[in-house]
């Protein structure tokens, strides 16, 4: 099949044109963008076609001077009009602390999507092939990347259309020699500091050894992985929609429903759980969402933070909410511990303990009272605030560590610092604010009444 025939099937089968529609040319001057303008040109009557070519310098190479009026020249002889800008890139680079390739990328997105505005265009057409293509799976995949890395470059992506994905690099470089097309050459593709100039310069001449074919199949792998991908998708929007309840911005998801989902539609939902409160998927890794899944098995209050991005366990469900408010630390009374032994009265900041011996009769107890067990009553034992380690004994005689204590009550991280306790060593034997908890003791002999007074701080 003649080459135009071939990318007009491709376009026609991919629904990359529209009749009557104007279309934004990448065009850098090298090979691919010279064909694909030249494509373009010589497919136009077929679509009704109105071209404009777009050249971004991106002030990294002196040739790029020359290169800018070359494509010029090109369009016009094609009966393209010419846009152009200059940007920095090295600058850019540094100041999002990104490579010069990326910076690169994001300059020429923006420009385009700036002349498809200016100039009323359905669409943007960038010159990458089938030889591309198998370097950008190469790439997802040596990085770690899933189906959707797989997947590579689609044929349209928004307004992003890739005409020449059909074509491989021998015969865009046949049909140039073939018509003597003129174009320049950017050093940079020699580079080998750049990843993807490793790939095609040394591990695809290493991978045709192997299979003469490798780009072929690269390219078959990625269209498989395309259209399972495409399907995940939609099985997780679907779930998204059945499974996730929103709330004050925030989305939640019942861990039990998580847990019973096949791990691939579970990475997925959890990846569009977050990609909701980010407004991105970007920054997701596959570490992360499995910490996430992680948090499943994990107690109620615990939880992981991305930026833009917090994921605690509330419950019975997964909460997926913003980045968690650091609040300002309130000021905590400058007495760190009181020495307590036997009755009397103890003051902690504006806080005061009395321990006085239980009154006659059947005593009960009032709000911040518990009873302290007569082993205790002459012991020495420590009113302070909370340290870390402490481990809390409840009156069902069971204990447990005080942070998971306070995870079950859902007492504020923030609070935590600030309320009075009254610990044998690690041991904490009352929390105040929580009478109703924690009660050691009974009203026996020798026993005591303890009781707090004053709190301004109360769990």
Known sequence: MEIAEKVASFCERNDLLQAGQTLIIACSGGPDSMTLLHLMATLRQRWNLTLVAAYVHHGLRAAADKELVFVEAQAKKFGARFCSTRVDVAALAKERGVSAEAAGRVARYAFFADCLQRFGAAAVAVGHHADDQAETVLLHLLRGGGTSGAA???????????????????EIRAYIRDRGLPYCIDESNEDRRYTRNRIRLDLLPLLKAYNPSVAAGLNRFAEISRAEDDYLA????????RLVRRENGEYYVRREALQRLHPALGRRLIRRLGAAVKGDGEDISFDFVERVRDLLAKEN???????????????DEIRFAGPVKREKKRAVPTAA?????????YALGSLHLCVRPVPEGNYELQKNEFFLAPEYVNKLLSLRYRRGGERIYLKNGHHKSLKKYFNEKKVPAAHRGEIPLLCDGNA???VFGRSADINLAG?????????????????
């Open 337 to 345: 511990e009181v020495v307590v032994q036997g009755t009397g009265e």
């Open 428 to 430: 904490v034997l009352f």
């Open 301 to 315: 209050g615990k939880e992981i933070r991305l930026k833009k991005l917090t994921v605690s366990v509330a419950n």
């Open 152 to 170: 590579g470059m689609q044929p349209k992506n928004g307004s992003v259309i890739r005409p020449l994905l059909c074509l491989t690099r021998d």
């Open 443 to 459: 009203c026996s002999a020798g026993a005591a009444v303890c009781t707090f007074r004053e709190g301004h701080t109360n769990a």
């Open 234 to 241: 939609g099985e997780t929007e679907d779930l998204f929609a």
